[in-house]
């Protein structure tokens, strides 16, 4: 079974900062590379950065490169995202996501998010 656990989120003033993690298990991780994304209320998907396990290489949206940083420890199957310098427009439910490709083509399989709130 496919399983994706993000944690890490939580309520934080502007300009601070947090690191949300992914557990991931159930799956071949060669065959998937892991993303970031974001849903903001009555918004669609915003897509923030990838990683793809095999050999660490990352891409990341254009606007979301400046203040985010992603990493992998496959050692313990988890996925992280460093957010610095967080504004309040950040605010949303955070999510990764195993997908296909890096940037991704498709979003195969995601966790049931974190709630990220950056307070002006």
């Known amino acids: 079974e496919v399983q994706l656990v993000e944690s890490g989120g939580g309520l934080v003033q502007a300009g601070g900062s947090l690191r949300l993690s992914c557990l991931a298990s159930g799956f071949t991780f060669d065959d998937y590379a892991i993303a970031w994304f974001r849903q903001a209320p009555g918004k669609g998907r915003d897509g923030i950065s990838c990683?793809?396990?095999?050999?660490?290489?990352?891409y990341y949206t254009d606007s979301m490169k400046d203040r985010f940083t992603i990493s992998n420890d496959n050692a313990k199957n988890t996925v992280y995202l460093q957010m610095n310098n967080l504004k309040p427009e950040d605010t949303a439910v955070y999510y990764c996501?195993?997908?296909?490709?890096?940037?991704?083509?498709?979003?195969?399989?995601w966790g049931q998010g974190t709630q990220v709130t950056v307070s002006s």
């Open positions: 990683i793809r396990s095999s050999d660490g290489s990352t």
């Open positions: 996501a195993a997908v296909t490709g890096c940037p991704p083509r498709a979003y195969d399989y």
